[in-house]
């Protein structure tokens, strides 16, 4: 998702898009039900889409000065929260955890406003409850206090048992050649309970453990794994480093829509640009028990960019992100597999200036998907989040020509 990520530029039309793209997908096994356009009042974009307790969905926002807004399960916005400028500094967020109360974990870092590319001064965690009020705050730069023993930066959060887990990079300073003082970075973990409060924290060199552009899970024997690129770490309950593993990636983590105990990730070889895509499954102790090369899928997404994978009960595999077009260098791609690699459903939307889906997830609709992507509308960068239903769900399959 990472490696996606960093494609996307915001410099989508929305209107040329569903018309041109509804012509050219009139046979393509997905239809768009409705799409919704969000905060189209702020310059912002859309990087994560997680789902709420209560059936709707936590859309994160990219950029210093945004935040996540809250939608119900059709798209409308319930309520956006912002975290407000202080004395010339605003907050860009890396990573949400849904809570199990309605509310979201929200995680980032605190940099000088209107300077995207400047260093962090310091990470931050704010807990919102379900209507988007501050429960409690991590935020030791807004206080002015040594970052050295807490976060200089947040990479990324998630749930973990009953509270959270904080992942980033905090400053040590130490002894250095006979004697001289230098500070650099270390890598931290954070245990917060479940109203936001440090339970434990720690600090280990990046030989031990990699943070950077991660993405934590919890186990339901209480470990958490972290995935960072093609890096991955079990650790316990107390955050100590039970196992680690290498993934032959760049590799997204695969969402299931039944609970399922395997861990799944859908990559592409790290010695190749073009690569047909094979899905890792790893047991609870990172032990590998398949490796699926999907042969019939030629024509990757991998080779632009994954941004989400759902897998469904019937063995199927649904995909988000993007693909080479015709015209267009990006241009956002759904598509569906069969447990037997025949593509039975597929979409793309064209336009002037397209990019990709930045996520997707299944609905509690059987056959319905939400996607979200970065669009431009009258000058101003906002979320596109649109829905989409399979054509005749479970009951029709196309071929991989009709498909197209």
């Known amino acids: 998702m990472t490696t996606f990520k960093k ?42 889409l997680l789902k709420a307790a209560d059936g709707g969905y936590f859309v994160l926002e990219t950029g210093y000065g945004n935040g996540v807004i809250k939608t119900d399960g059709q798209g409308q916005t ?7 400028i202080h004395a010339g500094t605003v907050v860009g967020f890396t990573g949400a955890a849904a809570t199990l109360d309605g509310g979201v974990l929200l995680c980032g870092n605190r940099r000088e406003s209107g300077k995207n590319d400047s260093d962090a001064l310091g990470g931050v965690v704010i807990l919102l409850d379900k209507m988007g009020h ?30 959270f887990f904080v992942f980033g990079e905090a400053q040590v300073t130490g002894s250095y050649l006979g004697g001289a003082r230098t500070t650099y ?19 280990r060199p990046a030989s031990e453990i990699k943070t950077i552009d991660g993405i934590a899970r919890p186990l339901s024997n209480g470990n958490l794994v972290l995935e960072s690129f ?3 770490s079990l650790l ?22 039944n609970s399922i105990e395997h861990l799944q990730f859908l990559c592409r070889a790290n010695e190749a640009i073009i690569t047909t895509p094979h899905m890792v499954q790893l047991d609870e102790k990172l032990n590998q028990i398949s490796d699926t090369k999907y042969l019939n899928f030629k024509d990757s997404p991998g080779s632009i960019g994954l941004a989400s994978v759902v897998t469904m009960p019937n063995g199927s595999i649904v995909i988000f992100g993007a693909t080479t077009g ?44 939400v996607t979200v992507r970065p669009v431009l509308l009258r000058g101003k960068g ?18 991989r020509a009709s498909a197209k």
């Open 7 to 48: 494609l996307c530029v915001l410099v989508i039309l929305v209107l040329p898009a569903i018309a041109i793209g509804g012509a050219l997908n009139l046979f393509s096994g997905f239809r768009i039900e409705r799409e919704v356009i969000l905060d189209s009042e702020n310059n912002s974009g859309p990087s994560e």
């Open 78 to 84: 319930q309520w956006i929260y912002r975290d407000p």
């Open 134 to 163: 501050e429960v409690n705050r991590i935020d030791p730069a807004l206080r002015g206090s040594d970052n050295n023993e807490l976060l200089t930066e947040a990479s990324g959060c998630s749930n973990w048992g009953d509270g």
């Open 185 to 203: 970075k270390i890598t931290t973990q954070l245990k917060l309970d479940g109203k936001g409060k440090i339970v434990w924290k720690i600090k």
């Open 230 to 232: 093609d890096d991955l």
């Open 236 to 257: 316990d309950p107390n955050g100590n480093v039970i196992k680690r593993a290498k993934l032959d990636g760049p590799c997204v983590w695969v969402n299931h829509q």
């Open 326 to 369: 015709l015209i267009y260098p990006f241009v956002p791609l759904i598509v569906e597999l069969n447990a037997d690699q025949s593509v039975v459903a597929r979409y793309e939307i064209y336009g002037n200036h397209e990019d990709g889906f930045i996520a997707g997830l299944s609905t509690a609709v059987s056959g319905e998907y």
């Open 382 to 399: 906002c979320t596109a989040m649109t829905f989409f239903r399979r054509r005749n769900a479970g009951q029709s399959r196309l071929s």
